[in-house]
């Protein structure tokens, strides 16, 4: 099932492809079938999003990608900590303030990211994000020890109080970030579009988070996991059908500093970039799930990570360390002999 080499890295990499931190490898050679399939791309929620679908008629493909590509902006026009309209954002100005009043839809990714902290022992914690935002990748910025000491006991999803569907921080200093889940709940929301156009060949991504509905003309689809210290490479290949599939690095944003690599992916204990993993990838059922775990392990590393995977129905986990070496799930290991 699984094309990969376990060990070293530098073991895994043998061949250069594109940069794409999913990119879709088709197996075996293109049939003339293949004509029918569909592909819309477009950035939104900071990423590239890609919907490729197959369907005998063009105007319905070509209307249903773009309802997809409608209903991620939305998702972003809600949750986005970019955008000061946002409710994300109005909760962030507020929510220490009084309890404030949360859409219903939300609330439900509020309630499944407390469902994730609790299960991951806070490992995935929305509220990173009380240190997170004065991280700056681009300026090559982050806070100082003072200000991750001053800030550090905000980071704490217990902070958060859900009621009569209202959200209230009891730390003034609590601020939210539902970055690592929502691309995940945006891509299993365009699956649902698709499926209610009719569709049952798809595959949508958002950055590192994708979902697959059925197969490409009997064949599954193969998902190429990108080598974390390789732009152009790819160090393991996944077939996959009718599955979710979602890949952590810290290669995404991040830069060197006196040869420290600084990052996106916060450690809730610490308030730093987390040092135990390269990657973490993980399928699962939806890209919701898959999204958050995938986070959650790459913060947890290869020992507390796998073991978390383990006891979870359904969800199977690949981690690369930080030394290169390369972890897998009970579900990714070949059966003894």
Known sequence: MLDYLAGNIDGLLKKNLPWLILALLLVGAQSPALAAWQEQQRDIMGTRVSVELWHG???????CSARVLAEMDRIDAL?????EDSEVSYINRNASIEAVSVSEELLYLLQRSIHFSEISAGA??????SIGYAYDYRKQQRPSDQVVEQKLAAIDYRHIELRDRKIRFNNSAVRIDLGGIAKGYAVDRAIDI?????????????????????DREGRPWVIGIRHPRDAQGIALRLPLSDSAISTSGDYERFYIENGERVHHIINPR?????GGSWSATVTGPDAMTTDALSTTIFILGAVEGLALVESLDGIDAIIIDSTGKVHYSSGFQEPEN
């Open 194 to 214: 698709l499926q209610h156009c009719g569709i049952s060949r798809a595959m949508v991504s958002a950055g590192g988070d994708s979902r697959i509905i059925g």
């Open 124 to 129: 995935f914690d929305i509220t990173y994000a």
């Open 270 to 274: 610490t308030g730093r970039s987390a």
């Open 57 to 63: 008629d063009d105007e319905v493909a070509a209307s």
């Open 79 to 83: 949750m986005s900590t970019y955008r």
